[in-house]
């Protein structure tokens, strides 16, 4: 997955080490620091894997950022 937040361009790799084993738990992928947010997602080859992006606002004035 490729995220291109603002002026940071940066690829994670899902999952970060080994088999997805909880499928069924959510992930923190990104927190975006810029307005505008651009998501590039390529399943490898033969893959049927369902996937479901969710995005939260955070409330005003809330900073927490997220190193990957």
């Given amino acids: 997955m ?3 937040d ?3 361009t940066q690829v994670i790799k899902l ?3 080994g088999n ?3 499928p069924d738990e959510p992930h923190l992928l990104w927190r ?3 307005d505008r947010v651009r998501i590039q997602f390529m399943p490898s ?3 049927a894997l369902p ?3 969710v995005f939260y606002r955070l409330p005003e004035g809330t900073y927490k950022w997220y190193q990957p």
């Fill in 51 to 53: 996937v479901n992006l």
């Fill in 45 to 47: 080859n033969g893959s």
């Fill in 2 to 4: 490729r995220i291109i």
């Fill in 32 to 34: 975006a620091k810029s």
């Fill in 15 to 17: 999952p970060r080490e």
């Fill in 20 to 22: 997805a084993l909880t």
């Fill in 6 to 8: 603002g002026d940071l």
